[in-house]
């Protein structure tokens, strides 16, 4: 057998990574055939963490773990099926003790790791996360959001959203870090430093974990088949880590990581790269938690992107459909083109754009001269086939471009006929940006200390590069815009042929299509995070609850695309309903009640109630029929509790589904579930009819929407008069580093940055020792505890102060603070602001008068 080639940094592309023979010490693991009969092979360490003692392979799985685990582990091979991620079996009890348990088959291998169970679970981690993200409708407050979120979650030191760019460099685009560490942030790191057998897995295996960069690597025994095969670890977790990249990260000073696939459309959009400068192994369960926050994230981020491309896809229709409707009624196309040249740079950003028809130029805005166009017809003609092309630096590509880079860097071909001749092109002027790269990216490597070997780089000093001649680069939406546009004008030119009539319908239709695909693209994204979240781990009967509650709030995710929730801050119930059956308003409607205000709450639950209703109304109810009738109406009770009668007529006969469906159980379930309100549904033969009563404390008059969240006199809700001072001091009390870390933020949007945390009232109060805050921001109970302690010696230090709490009221409170103001969790920036506004204005009120 031939020894297997030496690696470093020469031949590290050809690595194979996917099969150390070894694994990370923090488990063990056992191999066996692809029933799950016999062992075939083991980690070195299975002895002493499974307390095993005597042969291993070759013995029946049972003999080893016991009869009940062997079960359970077949069964759960037999549920996952080949080269799927690993089935989970968390606290799976073996004959020697309760291990978080992974088992997957791949390559007809069935590989089993054991690690030390964990007695939390990840649903709530999960839940709580994916919660905190899931109305986001911006991508750069989802990823700086995300980012955040991940480091209060997991603990890590530092935590990135690194994203991929078009060269393969990667670009940290959201950090969250220690105070003490220096940033990464917008920094480049050369794509070298991921080789491409490493993204390959990144994309079969969506999370990676080091526990420690310095660690021992455990043998596989034996390390090759009969046949001088070795086991293929693609999809286990435990797999240990290429010695160069461990190398790396201890030049980078890092002990331990975790990364977390980003995949947009089936290819890396990035990572999520956690770092921390100590040994660190993150158990099982924490790792499923970040597995399923990156599965929920990349599609998440996928949705938001496909809808930006659909807002701009519909503008740049709008635009085609005037140009269009000229068209019809011009018998000269390319006169015509001339003429609306200017309206076609709204299609896109581009700082010029210009027609070439017929050996003809034609330019507006900032394009090359006249005398490079035929080379870059030319160009375009040989590379494009027909189609659009585009380059963000078209000096690679045409030397003599360097002369006007100033004028037009870029440039995207738009082939305006069957035969390319001729050509509507647009152009972006040159950008001139510096990159700061962590380290020199044009030298990745150095020679090792004996000369022996090349060894990953040891500086990451923040390197600069000046980037010339060069645009903004083509993104995949201007591109689709592009095509658009090509067959529009395409369509154009044959409108005015024999064929008239018939192309004119086929160009409508096009654009249909294409309109009508990327709107299904998004919708799809929400298929597929339904589908996503319906693979429950093994503990099925803990996560039914859980699956079932995270598909409906991604059901209203769906909802949230086309109708009116607008998140937090509630609603009109009217208003609810004018967007649900707007769009059936061919049957008989009528809709009746006073203007009852819904709080975040109930907006939310109910707008997934009457989208169910409305729905299974157009298909199967009242609104199916021109004849239909359908009476919504609702009032306040004198305790103030809404009732709303939802009343079909006039559709097909009613009778009573036979089995109670995900939308059956959402309608009759939702309101007592999340409001602890009442559901009454009645399949009438007439009509479905359906009556619902939401608590008082969901619901007001919408005249009462302003009044004020504060408690103390004066305190108001409203808009910050001023901007707070930036250099006050602020003293936080809270036991959640998530909400912590939430205030800090709110905090710091409002120009604060002095900020401390502490945890305890004990904490606080070592802290007050040696600083003085100019106001704090107490959280009354802290778990164990209160924070009254620092309440008193904060009245002592004459601190002016405000009380948070979740409770409705503020009876825990003694008489000795009946005048300190006390907003209700969980916080909202404007009241938190405006309450610590007044706090600064009325530094001369003691706490115990009255403000």
């Not at 057998?1 to 488990?27: A, F, K, T």
């Not at 005597?54 to 759960?76: F, S, T, Y």
């Not at 790396?248 to 890092?254: I, K, Q, S, T």
Request: aromatic share 6%.
């Amino acid at each position: 057998m031939n020894e297997p080639e030496q690696v470093d940094l020469i031949n590290c592309d050809r690595e194979p990574i996917h099969i150390p023979g070894s694994i990370q010490p923090h488990g063990c693991l056992l191999v066996c055939d692809s029933r799950a009969g016999r062992v075939l092979r083991h980690s070195a360490n299975s002895f002493d963490l499974l307390g095993l003692a005597g042969e291993i392979n070759g013995m029946p799985l049972e003999a080893l773990v016991g009869a009940d685990a062997a079960h359970a582990l077949r069964n759960a091979l037999a549920a996952n099926g080949e080269g799927h991620r690993p089935a989970l079996l968390p606290g799976l009890r073996v004959a020697q003790g309760v291990f978080d348990v992974s088992i997957h088959l791949f390559r007809s291998m069935a590989i089993i790791e054991f690690e030390r169970a964990d007695r939390e679970q990840p649903l709530q981690l999960a839940r709580t996360l994916l919660q905190r993200i899931r109305d986001i409708g911006d991508v750069d407050r989802l990823i700086a959001t995300s980012a955040r979120l991940l480091r209060g979650a997991l603990g890590y030191d530092r935590v990135m959203i690194y994203r991929f760019e078009h060269d393969g460099a990667g670009k940290v685009v959201a950090e969250a870090r220690r105070g003490d560490l220096e940033s990464f942030l917008g920094q480049y790191f050369p794509a070298t430093d991921i080789p491409q057998q490493a993204r390959v897995l990144y994309l079969k295996n969506t999370i990676r974990i080091i526990g420690d960069a310095s660690g021992d690597r455990v043998p596989i025994v034996p390390a090759l088949d009969v046949s001088g095969e070795p086991v293929d670890l693609s999809l286990a977790h435990l797999r240990s880590v290429s010695p160069i990249h461990c190398e790396y990260l201890r030049n980078m000073g890092v002990a331990a990581s975790m990364s977390v696939s980003i995949i947009i459309d089936g290819k890396l959009w990035g990572l999520i790269a956690c770092h921390h400068y100590s040994p660190k192994v993150l158990p099982l369960n924490e790792r499923v938690a970040a597995e399923m926050f990156g599965d929920f994230f990349s599609l998440h981020l996928h949705a938001l992107k496909q809808h930006r491309t659909l807002e701009t896809a519909g503008r740049a229709r709008t635009s085609l459909d005037h140009f269009l409707r000229l068209a019809t009624h011009h018998d000269n196309i390319g006169l015509l083109l001339e003429e609306h040249l200017p309206d076609f740079v709204t299609l896109m950003p581009c700082d010029g754009i210009g027609l070439w028809m017929n050996g003809t130029w034609h330019a507006f805005g900032s394009t090359p001269p006249a005398s490079a166009i035929p080379a870059i017809a030319h160009l375009v003609s040989s590379v494009a086939e027909g189609r659009v092309w585009a380059s963000h630096a078209l000096s690679e590509r045409l030397p003599e471009a360097e002369a006007f880079c100033a004028q037009a860097a870029g440039i995207l071909a738009v082939p305006l006929t069957q035969m390319p001749r001729d050509y509507l092109f647009f152009f972006r002027k040159e950008l001139v940006q510096t990159l700061n790269w962590a380290g020199n990216p044009d030298k990745s490597y150095e020679t090792g200390p004996l000369g022996d070997r090349l060894t990953p780089r040891k500086s990451f000093a923040i390197w600069k590069q000046t980037v010339q001649m060069q645009a903004q680069p083509w993104t995949d939406a201007d591109r689709e815009i592009a095509d658009v546009t090509r067959v529009a004008l395409v369509e154009i030119g044959l409108r005015h042929s024999e064929i008239m009539a018939e192309e004119r319908s086929r160009a409508d239709v096009r654009q249909r299509m294409l309109n009508e695909e990327l709107n299904h693209r998004v919708k799809n994204i929400l298929a597929l995070i339904k589908s996503l979240v319906g693979q429950p781990l093994h503990e099925a009967k803990t996560l039914t609850e859980y699956v079932a509650s995270l598909k409906g709030r991604i059901q209203a995710l769906s909802f949230a695309h086309d109708q009116i929730v607008r998140g937090s801050g509630g609603g009109l119930l009217s208003d609810l309903l004018e967007a649900e059956l707007t769009p059936y308003r061919h049957a008989s409607i009528d809709l009746a009640g006073p203007p009852v205000q819904l709080d975040g709450r109930a907006f939310s639950v109910m707008a997934l109630v009457l989208h169910e209703l409305s729905t299974n109304a157009a298909k199967y109810g009242a609104l199916s029929r021109p004849s239909g009738q359908l009476s919504v109406s609702w009032q306040l009770s004198r305790e103030g509790n809404c009732a709303v009668v939802w009343q079909e007529a006039g559709g097909p006969v009613v009778t009573t589904p036979s089995r109670a469906g995900f939308g059956s159980a959402l309608i009759s379930r939702s309101l007592p579930y999340d409001l602890n309100g009442t559901s009454e549904i009645t399949y009438a033969p007439a009509g479905l009819c359906a009556r619902f009563v939401l608590p008082a404390k969901h619901v007001s008059f919408s005249q009462d929407r302003a009044e004020s969240a504060v408690d103390m006199p004066g305190i108001g809700g409203g808009a910050i008069e001023k901007p707070l001072p930036g250099d006050i001091k602020v003293l936080l009390v809270e036991d959640q580093l998530l909400i912590a870390m939430d205030v800090e933020s709110m905090l710091g949007d409002n120009g604060i940055d002095d900020i401390v945390i502490a945890s305890s009232a004990a904490d606080a109060l070592n802290r007050l020792s040696s600083r003085r805050p100019d106001v704090a921001v107490l959280d009354v109970n802290l778990g164990i505890g209160t924070s009254l302690p620092v309440a008193l010696e904060l009245t002592r230090l004459k601190v002016p102060f405000l009380f948070a709490t979740g409770y409705g009221d503020s009876s825990i409170l003694s008489a000795d603070f009946a005048g300190v103001p006390v907003i209700r969790k969980p916080y909202e920036s404007t009241t938190l602001v405006s309450a610590i506004q007044q706090l600064l204005n009325d530094r001369s009120i003691e706490p115990g008068q009255s403000g």
